[in-house]
């Protein structure tokens, strides 16, 4: 799958048996009983990071595949997908050529790139509109049980930044992504909030933990 360049190998029973973080436990019951994720209000670094732009930022980048990845889930007004090929981690002219016509439909700025406001908008309907590929049961964010599309990109993510194995990329948000988001947090999110850890570390993927996973290697 050409957006997905780096990982690192971490076996399933070491992750389902335990991940130790500040001398407590992490388990795939981590989230609180209330299931709320991290919400943008306690977490303004995060939010008011830039998101990244390409090809200004690379020609080749995994945010791209995420991209595509979406594009592809999204229908244009026949039906069609608005991105009909494999998704790519490479930007090319065809990429350019579908985001002005998605980005007409949408109202969005025309400019055939991926940057702010397309970053938003892919936040926006998975988060707030609730596009059918993304969170299920109407939520705004991402959890166990959850398949398709979105979970595909958010995993790929994962991937790029080294906390999943590329094998485990299969679009279901199961024990071991889940696990795995919560060490994200911990690593990348935890330190920006205004949440205690044990809050911060849920295992759910809300618009906070979706944008820190795009803007990882944004400087």
């Known amino acids: 799958m ?10 399933g029973v070491a992750l389902l048996t335990a991940a130790f973080i500040g001398g407590g436990t992490l388990t795939a019951s981590t989230a609180l009983a209330d299931d709320e994720p991290i919400a943008p209000a306690d977490a ?62 949408k109202d969005l700025g025309e400019h055939g790139e991926l940057k702010e406001e397309m970053w938003q908008h892919f936040s926006d309907i998975q988060f707030q509109d609730g596009v059918s590929w993304g969170p299920g049961n109407s939520r705004d964010y991402y959890d166990t049980g959850d398949s398709g599309p979105g979970v595909y990109a958010l995993q790929s993510m994962l991937i790029d930044h080294g906390y999943l194995d590329s094998t485990q990329l299969d679009g279901q948000y199961g024990e071991i992504t889940k696990l795995n988001v919560t060490r994200f947090q911990s690593d990348q999110v935890c330190d920006q909030v205004s949440v205690s850890e044990a809050a911060c570390v849920d295992g759910l993927t809300g618009e906070v933990t979706w944008r820190a996973l795009v803007s990882a290697d944004v400087e």
């Open 2 to 11: 050409g957006g997905i360049s780096k990982f690192t190998k971490i076996s």
């Open 44 to 105: 303004p670094e995060i939010m008011e990071r830039p998101w990244p732009e390409y090809p200004a930022d690379g020609e080749t980048h995994n945010n791209i595949w995420v991209a595509t990845t979406l594009l592809h889930a999204q229908p244009d007004p026949s039906g069609d997908p608005y991105w009909d090929q494999d998704s790519t981690n490479t930007w090319n002219p065809e990429i350019e050529e579908v985001l002005l016509g998605y980005q007409d439909d």
